[in-house]
């Protein structure tokens, strides 16, 4: 694939991968895509793990569904995240961002509008809509063949300061880098992001994975081959939908956004 169709062609994947083991040859493959990515005095701040063993990737999938089931069921998640969600599709093209709330599960689709309030909480816990959640986000972890951990050396990550700064950007690159490489791949990828919003949770990903004081865990992200037919998700967290140039380029200043 040309390498700017493959970037614009970038997804996140949010359903089940198929059950093969990613081969130790496309693994490299993508260590080496994050080795290529720039950082500041080629400080290469990054280190990563690869998690393959079935019981630890069952283990990050019972805390990330524990998270989710958590959150959901707390309002936390719909309060925190709220205005990232479109209604209508006038609203999305006019916006450009965010994420459309048109698929959501049955018995919620009634109340669609209704979802961050406190009644539209309380439908959700009687129709066990976060446990409904939490196990799909379980099942979604639990099968995928391939965990992996990014994190930072301490050495260089110091966050308030400038290394702070120079360290998350180039992490950041060495993500992007392989984001944009499993599509060549016939590969997706996910973030895995729920048990970072509760510390305990995120705590115990660090023991399950050994994190020694001199590194910061900083994401995990779950990968696999995708397969032929995908169906969409229960909840469908993103969206293709991209800003117009004159929503986020400006031209010599600020004061005069960039036409199409």
């Known amino acids: 694939m040309n390498l700017l169709d493959g970037m614009l062609a970038r997804r996140t994947t949010n359903g089940p991968f198929r059950p093969d083991p990613v081969s130790r040859e496309h693994q490299h493959l993508l260590m080496r895509a994050a080795q290529a990515a720039p950082s500041h005095f080629n400080s290469q701040p990054w280190r990563f793990v690869l998690v393959e063993n079935p019981q630890t990737i069952a283990e990050v999938a019972r805390i990330s569904g524990e998270s989710m089931t958590e959150l959901i069921d707390a309002g936390v998640f719909f309060e925190r995240y709220r205005r990232y969600f479109r209604f209508t599709a006038a609203e999305m093209d006019a916006r450009r961002d965010g994420i459309p709330l048109d698929h959501l599960p049955g018995p919620l689709r009634p109340f669609t509008r209704q979802v961050f309030s ?6 959700m816990r009687q129709l066990g809509v976060p446990r409904k959640l939490g196990e799909d986000n379980r099942r979604l972890v639990a099968g995928s ?8 050396d301490r050495a ?20 992007e880098n392989i984001w944009n490489a499993v599509g060549e791949l016939g590969m997706g990828i996910q973030f895995v992001s729920t048990p970072m919003e509760i510390p305990r949770q995120w ?4 023991e399950l994975l050994r994190v020694p004081d001199d590194l910061e865990l900083m994401a995990v992200y779950r990968l696999g081959y995708l397969p032929e037919d995908q169906k969409r998700p229960t909840i469908d967290w993103s969206s293709r939908h991209r800003k117009r140039l004159s929503q986020f380029v400006s031209r010599e200043t600020c004061d005069v956004p960039e036409t199409e």
Request: net charge neutral; proline share 5%.
């Open 156 to 175: 260089e990550y110091r966050p308030g300061e400038l290394s702070g700064f120079y360290s998350t950007f180039g992490l950041g690159a060495a993500v």
């Open 118 to 123: 406190d009644a539209g909480l309380r439908v």
């Open 145 to 152: 063949p391939l965990l992996l951990a990014a994190l930072l």
């Open 203 to 206: 705590q115990a990903i660090r």
